[in-house]
């Protein structure tokens, strides 16, 4: 059962993260419908200022939080202006375009954001300093970090402040009238351009953030790490159902737990020497290994997309409903 | 830049060329000719980065084979009746199998009589065969894969130990002083961490030891906690892990964070100072092994004389392709000859104590009982206690101890006087 509520545990701070990540994607492409492939690579760039940062305080003698503190601080106005000068540049041009254009288009500012990345803070691993002293709580034989506490913490309070940012202020308000109806919107006097632009503002402020958390979380970031962790974030945001705010938390939460589950207990499950009855060769071998695992922990990566595959086939607008506006 | 650069090369190598033909046609004609000292030029070759990310590897592997050119020269050997000067061609092959393959096309071109290199098993492999169609010998001191002796190529030959062998040292030194019952072992799915883990596993099982199904991740994994989670349930008394330390870091650090209490083992992947600043204080006590003896525990003799020319300490190689320059000579004494097709034979059946120790090349011209270290981390450093020779494990401290007594008789520049005796009743 400990083990049971660890993988829980794991799986929670892991959703967490997509959760965040898988925030972006949705309000982008709720209010424009597009993929902001792009979004992955914000989350990367994040981290690897904040890392900067980081690294050139740690030495310093602020406290630690402080440090940390400070890191995020910078690297969530450079995340901005990144996805500010994405829309601005990249996507805004191409908005009458046919939908394909900008999404093609994201992809490219994807592979040209890795690389650029790749150019400054070169092709290693960066470890990230391990400043901040990890304590480690134990609760029913699971234990549990400070700084998992404080991820998911942040994350349930970003999505909180998300929330009341939709749907209790003016912005919020002009952003969900932009989302049902873009033209009508602009005819009532909602200024449809800035509506746009601060909604890719708070995707990429959101994205700084979780690309610090993945940083500290793990102590290592490299310019590569976005592509993947934006690609779940994207299946999280479409298990929960694409253009739905609540949707993308929840299926990034959602998705976490899968992976942490499944990773966990996939070789077990999938252990034929549970069926070693069945036949002779089979009972032989388990006899002399005994375990003949056929999917091991080395499709953890998979279970993602193959909840995402499902999801589409089976309930293509996603869990709690895709939420965009009708336009055709 | 790199043009200019390219073409300036060039132009010496061919020069190079050119004056190595006129240097060989020489001798032949003048044998007779009464002038009294005729003289032998002896070109042998190193490669290695000399540029890049390991460009200080590289230059330290290239200072060990520099001094034992130089040291020959100093001894003013005689081959062949003639006073021998070995001049040394030091190339960058900036750690990439391309590069690698010019530049050995390049020494040959040169006509070197013997190839010291290169440091990176991916250049090595592919150069070994230009080496080989041009009948070069070539000694590498730092390239593990096994691949690189494999190919059944008689020129190669290394005098540092395989990949493969790594694998069943840390296991078997695990196996000895831990005596765990239940072994968890994990890898990357890549070549090099799934080679690594299925020998150690093998060895594991051959001790009598219970290892659990293998766990994968992948190069990039930065999440182990499912996994670790998973192995936290069966409780194993160590895990190995076949990967590099990039994923290693994480994977230590977690694995403590979840009170995995095992001993964590790795290869020489993981095996950098670089985990201290990846896993943290978790680090503390990780096992981890490595090819070869460390610098320091080569003879006292190469380090005084390595600091005393560089002004710096051997990093990591530099021992081993010193003692692969001076196998090269030696092996040139004994046939009495620096004609590869002459002295290759000596080679293969060479019996020499140098700066690491005996080496004895077998028959695919891997070094006999070579010695992988094992290391642990120890408040952020790694310090080596033990090392593997021949499945047997030696304490550190006895080692070096050993390496330091015999070391008057051990290397030297390959005393002048008996050589000549031994190479009388040959000729």
């Known amino acids: ?328 | 830049m790199i043009h200019s650069k390219r073409a300036l090369t060039l132009i010496a190598a061919a020069i190079a060329a050119a004056l190595a033909a006129c240097g060989e046609q020489k001798p032949a004609p003048k044998a007779e000719a009464p002038k009294a000292p005729p003289s032998l030029e002896i070109k042998i070759g190193h490669v290695g980065p000399l540029t890049g990310g390991i460009a200080h590897l590289g230059k330290d592997n290239e200072n060990g084979a520099r001094l034992a050119v130089e040291q020959a020269n100093e001894a003013k050997i005689k081959i062949d009746g003639k006073d021998t000067k070995f001049v040394f061609f030091a190339e960058d092959d900036q750690a990439d199998p391309k590069v690698g393959t010019t530049v050995a096309q390049k020494l040959v071109d040169a006509k070197v009589a013997g190839v010291v290199g290169h440091l990176n098993s991916g250049t090595s492999i592919p150069a070994s065969d230009i080496y080989n169609k041009a009948g070069i010998p070539v000694i590498s001191g730092s390239a593990t894969n096994p691949k690189l002796t494999e190919q059944g190529f008689k020129v190669q030959f290394r005098v540092v130990g395989r990949d493969d062998q790594q694998g069943p040292a840390i296991a078997s030194y695990l196996a000895a002083t831990r005596k765990p019952k239940l072994v968890a072992v994990i890898d990357d799915a890549t070549a090099y961490g799934e080679g690594i883990a299925n020998e150690v596993e093998k060895t594991l099982k051959a001790a009598h030891i219970k290892v659990l199904p293998r766990e994968k991740g992948n190069d990039k994994t930065t999440d182990w906690k499912a996994i670790l989670t998973k192995l936290k349930g069966k409780n194993p008394d160590a895990v190995f892990y076949g990967g590099m330390d990039a994923t290693g870091g994480p994977l230590l650090k977690q694995g403590r964070e979840l009170g995995v209490k095992a001993v964590f083992s790795f290869g020489d992947g993981a095996c950098t100072d670089e985990m201290t600043k990846l896993a943290g204080a978790a680090a503390d006590g990780l096992l981890c092994s490595q090819a070869g003896i460390p610098p320091q525990a080569a003879d006292k003799k190469f380090t005084e004389a390595y600091k005393k020319r560089f002004n710096a300490d051997p990093i990591l190689y530099a021992p081993f392709t010193y003692d692969g320059a001076n196998l090269l000579i030696e092996a040139m004494k004994k046939a009495n000859s620096a004609d590869p097709a002459k002295y290759l034979p000596e080679l293969a059946k060479i019996d020499f104590t140098g700066a690491t120790g005996k080496i004895a090349f077998d028959a695919k011209g891997d070094r006999k009982d070579a010695e992988m270290t094992i290391f642990t981390m120890k408040g952020g450093k790694l310090a080596p206690i033990a090392i593997i020779k021949g499945g047997q494990t030696i304490a550190y401290e006895d080692f070096a101890k050993a390496a330091a007594a015999p070391a008057a008789p051990a290397v030297a520049p390959a005393a002048p006087t008996p050589a000549p005796a031994k190479e009388a009743p040959k000729k």
């Open chain 1, 1 to 328: 059962m400990d083990i049971f509520l660890q993988q829980m545990i794991n799986g929670v701070t892991l959703g967490a993260v997509y959760a965040v990540v898988a925030l972006g994607y949705t309000m982008v492409y709720g209010i424009i419908q597009l993929i902001n492939f792009a979004h992955g690579e914000v989350v990367m760039i994040g981290a690897m200022v904040a890392f900067t940062v980081i690294t050139a305080l740690a030495a310093g003698g602020m406290p630690p939080l402080a440090v940390v503190l400070v890191g995020t601080a910078c690297a969530v106005p450079v995340c901005m202006a990144l996805g500010y000068l994405m829309e601005r540049l990249a996507y805004r041009p191409l908005r009458r375009a046919p939908r394909l254009a900008p999404l093609i288009t994201a992809i490219g500012l994807s592979i040209i954001l890795q690389h650029l990345a790749m150019l400054v803070w070169t092709r290693n691993v960066i470890a990230f300093p391990q400043i901040i002293q990890t304590e480690i709580y134990t609760v029913a034989g699971a234990t549990i970090t400070s700084v998992q506490l404080a991820i998911v913490a942040l994350c349930v309070a970003m999505m909180a402040g998300l929330a009341w940012l939709v749907y209790r202020t003016r912005l919020g308000t002009a952003m969900r009238a932009t989302a049902q109806n873009p033209q009508v919107a602009g005819l009532m006097g909602v200024n449809i351009d800035r509506v746009i632009a601060a909604t890719f503002l708070i995707g990429a402020a959101l994205g700084a953030v979780a690309g610090v958390m993945v940083g500290t979380y793990y102590g290592v970031a490299q310019y590569t790490m976005g592509s993947l962790l934006g690609l779940k974030a994207f299946a999280a945001a479409v298990l929960g159902g694409i253009g739905n705010i609540p949707g993308a938390m929840v299926g990034g939460v959602l998705l976490g737990v899968v992976e942490a589950l499944g990773a966990g207990y996939i070789g077990e499950l999938t252990d034929l020497c549970h069926f070693a009855g069945l036949s002779q060769t089979l009972a032989e071998h388990c006899a002399a290994e005994s375990h003949f695992v056929l999917f091991g922990s080395n499709y953890q990566d998979v279970f993602a997309f193959l909840v995402l595959i499902a999801v589409l086939v089976l309930r293509p607008s996603g869990l709690l409903g895709e939420r965009v506006g009708d336009r055709s």
